[in-house]
């Protein structure tokens, strides 16, 4: 389970944008005549928005296989009270669970929208994983 985890933290991390230096005045490695480099938002953003995603379809196929077990557990309480009121508890908590990660979706996409960042990698999760899994397999050299 941890080696499937650090593949997908991998695999998510691994495609992270270039860092743009400021331009200088014929140094090398991009430095500036003063001295310092300069980030953009987008670069420390990116790699934070792919682990997002990554956690939102996971909550997805989590709140999917919670209300599949709910069902599970309600077919097999027979009648019997307490199984059904552990049934419902289940189906409840999946529900909130969902809710909490729309809403943070929702938050994601508002804060991405006020400092004007990149969020195709939230609208187009296959082609992020995509060009994550196809970096790492030329990284690899497979």
């Known amino acids: 389970m941890k080696l499937i985890f650090f593949a997908i933290l991998l695999v998510a991390v691994l495609p992270v944008s270039s860092v743009s230096y400021a331009a200088g005045g014929g140094g090398t490695g991009g430095v500036g005549s003063s001295g310092d480099s300069s980030y953009e938002l987008s670069d420390i953003a990116d790699p934070i928005i792919r682990i997002f995603n990554i956690l939102v379809l996971a909550g997805g196929l989590v709140f999917i296989m919670m209300i599949f077990y709910s069902a599970y557990k309600y077919s097999l309480a027979q009648g019997d009270p307490k199984g059904i009121v552990g049934a419902k508890e289940t189906l409840n908590y999946a529900i909130y669970g969902f809710i909490v990660t729309v809403g943070a979706f929702a ?36």
């Open 107 to 142: 938050m994601i996409k508002i804060i991405a929208g006020i400092f004007h960042l990149d969020t195709a990698i939230i609208e187009d999760p296959g082609g992020a994983s995509k060009s994550g899994i196809q970096q790492f397999m030329d990284f690899m050299k497979l």
